[in-house]
């Protein structure tokens, strides 16, 4: 009597691909903002009028602080099928050192997800990403005052068409809903 052996294999996505990540880092000379009043001495050195003295005046400079960069990534992509394919991906970082190098309008966390459709010859590739508020600086109303930019959610998408093994026709729309930034 014969015996038939069935493959489940074929009915199983395979695994998830994904990835992990951690750095540290050490930056020194950095810039930073210098915010001072403008003195002759200054205002000489610049080969600016006298007419500005005392007036603020804002520069970069090179800091000799150090500052210390820390961050984990996370990374997922799972294929449901012979067309269909998810991805994700999760980003944090920290910035620890004075305040004159806080990197204004630094992205700390950042969240990203999508998917891939292909159904030869085309495919659609969506992604969604989204930021939290983000420090982008600090204003003149009242000291150590700061402003923000509100969280972000953004959709990116492209549609490719081979026409051949060596040519693609595509369309791809960047913030296609047209999110605005709002502080």
């Not at 030869?120 to 983000?134: G, L, R």
């Amino acid at each position: 009597m014969p015996t038939t052996t069935t493959c489940l294999w074929n009915s199983i996505p395979p695994p998830a691909a994904s990835s992990r990540s951690g750095r540290s880092a050490r930056i020194s000379p950095l810039l930073h903002n210098v915010t001072t009043l403008a003195t002759a001495a200054f205002l000489d050195d610049a080969g600016l009028s006298q007419d500005y003295l005392n007036y603020q005046i804002n520069y970069p400079d090179n800091t000799n602080e150090k500052v210390r960069q820390t961050g984990l990534e996370v990374a997922a992509r799972q294929r449901i099928n012979r067309w269909l394919s998810l991805f994700s991906n999760l980003s944090l970082n920290r910035n620890q050192g004075p305040r004159e190098t806080d990197f204004r309008g630094y992205v700390r966390k950042r969240v990203n997800a999508g998917f891939t459709l292909t159904r030869n010859p085309i495919t659609f590739n969506a992604n969604f990403y989204y930021t939290p508020k983000i420090f982008t600086g600090t204003n003149a109303i009242a000291p150590d005052g700061r402003t923000y930019t509100a969280a972000r959610y953004r959709v990116d998408a492209s549609i490719d068409f081979r026409v051949s093994k060596r040519v693609s026709l595509f369309v791809w729309g960047r913030n296609i809903f047209d999110e605005r930034d709002k502080t």
